[in-house]
C-alpha cells in the first residue's frame, strides 16, 4: 500500500499493557528487595532502554545513588547491577503477562494492514524470556508479528537501529523509508530515526501518561489534554514524524505517511514535523 511495506511496533505501552505499568512495577520490587525506594516517576524516565540498560540508567540517579549509598554504605557496583537485573526477570515475567491485554483496536488495526499488503514486525526493550511468554497471549488475542526481534537478541538495543535493522532482514523489506516504526517512548522513537524509518509516538496509552484505561476515561477533557501534550514532547524532541493517542488512530497517521512517500518526501525531509 502506498510504499508502506512493513509496519514495526513496540509492545508494552504500544499494543499491550495499556500505560505501560509492568515495566514500572517490576523495576520498583527489584530495587525494593535491595532496600532501595524508587518512585514510579524515576522508574519511568529511561523506558524504552534494554532492562540492564535502564537498571543502569536509573542506578546514576542522583537520589536513587544516594539511596544506595545510605542502604549499603557503598555505591552501587556491577554486580548491584546484575543482580538487580536478575530480579527484575522475575518480577517482570509475572508482571507482563498480568498486564497482557491488547491495547483497544490492536487486532482490528494489525489485521488491516496486513489485509493492504503490509507486514508486521516488533521490537521490544523485553528480553527473550519475557516476550515468548506474552507473546503467545497476545497471539491468541489478535496480535502475532511475523519478526520479534528482543533487546538481548543483539548486541546493542535502543536507541541503536540494530533491533530494526534485524526486522528489514527477516521480514526482507527495503528500503528504511518503507517502514513506519510505532513507539511510546523516546529511545524506541530514536531507534526508528537512527534506521532511516518514519516514527510514530503513541501518548495516551504509554509510558509518558502512565494511565491505565480505567484511569484514563474518569479524567476530564482538560486533564488529558494536558497529559498528552506531556506525553507527546519528548517523542517530538526524539525525532517523532507524527504523535498519535493510541494504536487505534494509526490508520489516519499510516494514510499521512502514504501521502507524504507518494509526493516523494522521506522519513529525513518531514522528521520532527508531525503534530
Known amino acids: 500500500m502506498g510504499g508502506i511495506k512493513a509496519v514495526i511496533f513496540d ?9 505501560s505499568r509492568a515495566p514500572v512495577e517490576a523495576f520498583v520490587e527489584a530495587f525494593a528487595d535491595r532496600g532501595v525506594t524508587i518512585h514510579d516517576t524515576e522508574a519511568r524516565g529511561p523506558m524504552g532502554l534494554g532492562k540492564r540498560d535502564h537498571i543502569e540508567a536509573l542506578a546514576r540517579l542522583p537520589r536513587i545513588a ?18 538487580l537485573h536478575e530480579i527484575f526477570e522475575g518480577r517482570i515475567k509475572e508482571a507482563a503477562l498480568r498486564r497482557s491485554t491488547l491495547v483497544p483496536g490492536t487486532a482490528g488495526v494489525v489485521g488491516d ?15 527473550r524470556s519475557v516476550l515468548t511468554p506474552l507473546a503467545r497471549l497476545a497471539a491468541a488475542e489478535g496480535f502475532a508479528p511475523e519478526v520479534m526481534v528482543c533487546s538481548d537478541d543483539l548486541a546493542a538495543g535502543r536507541p541503536s537501529p540494530l533491533m530494526m535493522y534485524r526486522c528489514f532482514i ?6 528504511a523509508s518503507a517502514v513506519v ?14 534506521a532511516g524509518s518514519w516514527a510514530v509516538g503513541v501518548t495516551l496509552s504509554g509510558n509518558g501518561t502512565g494511565l491505565d484505561e480505567s484511569d484514563l476515561t474518569h479524567l476530564d477533557t482538560a486533564e488529558i489534554n494536558r497529559l498528552r501534550g506531556e506525553a507527546a514532547a519528548p517523542l517530538h524532541e526524539a525525532g517523532a514524524h507524527l504523535v498519535i493517542d493510541t494504536v ?5 497517521a499510516i494514510d499521512t505517511i502514504a501521502g507524504n512517500l507518494a509526493a516523494g518526501r522521506t522519513p529525513h525531509d518531514d522528521r520532527g514535523n508531525g503534530r
Open 11 to 19: 509492545w508494552s505501552g504500544t499494543v499491550v499493557d495499556f500505560g
Open 66 to 83: 544516594a539511596a544506595w549509598r545510605h542502604a549499603h554504605g557503598q555505591d552501587i557496583m556491577a554486580g548491584d547491577i546484575d543482580q
Open 113 to 127: 494492514l496486513r489485509r493492504r499488503g503490509v507486514k508486521i514486525g516488533s521490537t521490544t526493550g523485553y528480553p
Open 170 to 175: 527477516d521480514l526482507a523489506v527495503w528500503p
Open 181 to 194: 516504526k510505532v513507539d511510546d517512548t523516546a529511545p524506541g522513537i530514536a531507534e526508528a530515526v537512527a
Open 248 to 252: 487505534a488512530d494509526l490508520p489516519e
